[in-house]
């Protein structure tokens, strides 16, 4: 592999043909297998899929955060073109350089803010660390960033807050101040692994609001992990959908919910509520979601071929015998599927 960026303008960060696989006593776990995306500047990103496609762990790849043993990176690169301008490549970056990117280069968010926030330190505290040690202020100054940035991500009282501890907090109080945390050095690149799963539906939509804000004052990337297509639909200039391990589809984010060219996409946008899904008739009843038969494969025992053909109803005897390949159907938008051609527009 070469260490150019993708040839696009503007890319921030290359994942080119990412592997990380798990050495169990039995077996391999190929959680991600061959990835491949880029990302530009000012850009969301959305990666959409089930529990266990390998949306996490791509995410946790980036950041070389896999723990090993049992996980390893096996193969590909991470380009990411940092604050210097510089291209490196994460995957074979030491350490101690990795280091210096986390948190200030690329930033992170994680699912549950309570596993995540040191329940034994202040959370300006733990936004202060970040300041002190990638910016090289000291403690009286990275406690006026994180008392600025508590207020910046919508905080009330920030100056109070500043000092008061994670379970002193509410579930969205403890989002916002993993933003603030995530953000406090200007990073060019914010990775979200479904940052809204464990709130309400109120607090969700003001979380998204502040991060598009957010995005929009700092210009930053977002690489946003979710299984809510909802989300991406509010969220998401592109779209990667992922199933077991791999890339099935890839494209702009209408084109994606206008024309999905792969059967998992199209399962995916079947089994959401739509606004439009009324009654017929009077008395008639409404049209019921649609569900994907089946479950996600054991990565340990994955099907030859198509890994979704267990559970596609499109399938036909070829898809078991190889893996497809990406299929290029037009205007940047790619699947893999080797009937993608014959799929149309979703029905109204």
């Excluded at 034994?120 to 002190?132: L, R, T």
Aim: charge should be neutral; glycine fraction near 8%.
């Amino acid at each position: 592999m070469g260490t150019a960026l993708h040839p696009e303008a503007d890319v921030l960060l290359d994942v080119k043909g990412l592997k990380t696989y798990f050495y169990t006593d039995e077996g391999v776990v190929k959680s991600v297998d061959g990835v491949t995306f880029h990302i530009k500047r000012g850009e969301t990103l959305a990666v959409v899929g089930e529990s266990g496609s390998g949306k996490s762990v791509t995410s946790l790849s980036i950041m070389r955060l896999i723990a090993s043993p049992p996980g390893k990176i096996a193969d590909g690169e991470v380009l990411f073109r940092g604050k210097d301008g510089q291209i490196k490549n994460l995957v074979t970056l030491p350490e101690a350089e990795m280091r210096k990117i986390r948190g200030n280069d690329i930033s992170m968010i994680f699912q549950e803010p309570m596993t995540s926030l040191n329940p034994v330190y202040s959370v300006g505290d733990q936004i202060a660390e970040a300041v002190m040690l990638h910016q090289g202020k000291n403690r009286r100054e990275a406690m006026e960033v994180a008392t600025s940035m508590l207020e910046l991500v919508g905080i009330p009282a920030a100056k109070k807050r500043v000092n008061e501890y994670p379970h002193q907090m509410s579930g969205g109080m403890r989002q916002r101040v993993m933003i603030a945390m995530a953000l406090s050095c200007n990073p060019a690149l914010l990775v979200a692994d479904e940052p809204t799963t464990a709130l309400d539906v109120t607090i969700q939509a003001q979380i998204l609001d502040l991060m598009r804000k957010l995005q929009k004052d700092i210009g930053m990337s977002i690489l946003f992990i979710t299984h809510n297509l909802g989300v991406v639909a509010e969220m998401a200039d592109r779209v990667v959908v992922m199933y077991g391990g791999r890339v099935v589809e890839e494209g702009d984010v209408l084109e994606i919910f206008k024309a999905p060219k792969h059967p998992y996409t199209m399962g995916l946008l079947n089994s959401m509520p739509r606004v439009d899904h009324e009654a017929e008739a009077p008395g008639e009843r409404k049209q019921r979601l649609e569900a994907i038969p089946g479950n996600v494969p054991n990565p340990l025992h994955l099907p030859p071929g198509c890994v979704f053909e267990p559970r596609c109803k499109f399938a036909i005897p070829d898809c078991s015998k190889a893996v497809p390949a990406l299929i290029d159907t037009g205007g940047g938008h790619t699947s893999r599927c080797i009937r993608s051609h014959e799929f149309g527009e979703v029905k109204a």
